[in-house]
């Protein structure tokens, strides 16, 4: 039963379950860009503080982030990606580089990474682990049963 | 001006302006797997008529998904990926690995895919198209300038 059609995303959907928030996403990536406390993310984001202090704990209480005494400030807290934060760097190189080609402005350059183990500007591509070449979805099969209802995405979230 | 810190990820603002949105991804995870068909969105997602009609007005509108009529029966509509929307897969992708790896349920074992290219079930992993080399968070070089607040990123989204 490993190929179900009902059965075929519920990764995606459970990921999207924490993750289908702007806000969350640019906490995120303030997060990567080390924005470590409370008030540079508000300062940065322009968010109110109710929603970032919610953010935050969602972020917190799904184990993305976590909260650290600041050593040079025993007054402050730091929030802190953690092995399972800092492994949404794919998601979000993904949405930067999809951004970056559909949704460009030509009055704001894109942002320019650097990949430090070639010195070169990084362009991220998808690749398949097993031979390394760049994936894009005419080159992937799947399987289903057509017809059957996936009801674990049944739901109000809206 | 090409790094600097207040414009650094526009494109990631931009695209969570289309994208951070439960139900905008499951659709384009159906129309992945084919899904093709105003009723069949609706049997796979369980998702009331009026949201499937906002979010794929949304789509189309911006050009992420085009209506075309079906030549099999004059009196359906077909919804279908357009490039633009085609180009989301690596996203897609990166949502399933993370989901996957974090929250994986061992009752429901992950969908397999599989790479046409070399026959080999997929794993998709973010590269460095220089490279070849696989990137995470820790890979990446960026500069900015502290402090910069981002005022592209104010709004009020919740």
Known sequence: MKKKFGHRSCSVARSLDILSDRWIF??????????????????NLG??????????KILVKNG???????????????YRLTEKGLDLYPIILA??????????????PPLILYHKACRHSLTPVMC????????????????????????EFRGHHT
Chains 1, 2 share one sequence.
């Open 128 to 151: 398949c682990e097993h031979c390394g070449e760049p994936v894009n979805a005419r080159d992937v099969m799947f399987e289903d049963i057509p017809g059957t209802p996936c009801s």
């Open 47 to 56: 968010i109110a503080t109710n929603i970032l202090s919610n953010r935050l």
């Open 26 to 43: 640019l906490i995120l990536r303030e997060a990567f860009f080390k924005v470590r406390h409370y008030d540079h993310f508000q300062a």
């Open 95 to 108: 949405f930067m580089k999809w951004g970056d080609r559909w949704l460009s402005d030509e009055d704001v």
């Open 64 to 78: 993305i982030m976590k909260r650290e005494n600041d050593l040079e400030d025993g007054r402050r807290i730091k």
